[in-house]
């Protein structure tokens, strides 16, 4: 399932951090999203209800994580955009995220791989 924008700003610190509560989520994401925490609990449950994030108990506190890794994520972002809004049959390079705070050059290498390797599977679906 695909995340929503506002989903996406929670789901980058689970990238960064293997599990949180969800006031770590909360106050890691105030600057960008300015919600309430309510606000937050909602959204994360409904991420939950659509099998973006797993919850789990740790010494009594629920935590959260993301369910799929950061790359496979964004890999099909970039696909779906290349897709739908350029009208492309080729994701665009992963070359074009150098400089992102989010992903790392060696992570730009292996989002690189994984979008060659699905543009494969779909060359060969066809």
Known sequence: MKPSDSELI???PLWQAPRLSAREIHDATLAETNWSYSSTRKTLDRMVEKGLIKTA???GIKTFSAARPKLNTLAGLIREFSTNILGSDKPLPAAA???SSLITQDEIEELEALLAKNSEETDTNE
């Open 10 to 12: 929670l789901l980058k």
């Open 97 to 99: 995220f150098v400089g």
């Open 57 to 59: 108990s740790v010494h």
